[in-house]
């Protein structure tokens, strides 16, 4: 069974950062994609930014140039920098993996930006 864990989430002030990690356990032997969606309160879940297992990255157009994806693929770890963060980025984060044709997705984790 594949887990997925994500730390780092918090209350931060408008303009500052915070970073996510996601690390996937199990039974793993490759992950390729990896992801993180938003859930922001009133609107539906979103893709803010996706990476390849070799590093392509692409990005919701709200987020770019803010955020960063970035993955360690021997620790089987995903990372998202979050910089000059603003309220409407405030939400529940999930990190998503597709592995052997199924989705797999972790419990959250809720970011909150005040302003």
């Known amino acids: 069974q594949v887990q997925l864990v994500e730390s780092g989430g918090g209350l931060v002030q408008a303009g500052g950062s915070l970073r996510l990690s996601c690390s996937a356990s199990?039974?793993?032997?490759?992950?390729?994609?990896m992801a993180w969606y938003r859930h922001a309160p009133g609107k539906e879940r979103e893709l803010v930014a996706r990476i390849s297992s070799g590093g392509t990255t692409n990005y919701a157009d709200s987020v770019k140039g803010r955020f960063t994806i970035s993955r360690d693929n021997a620790k089987n770890t995903v990372f998202l920098q979050m910089n000059s963060l603003k309220s409407e980025d405030t939400g529940v984060y999930y990190c998503?993996?597709?592995?052997?044709?199924?989705?797999?997705w972790g419990k959250g984790n809720l970011v909150t930006v005040s302003s």
């Open positions: 998503y993996a597709p592995m052997y044709g199924m989705d797999y």
């Open positions: 199990g039974s793993i032997f490759s992950i390729n994609a």
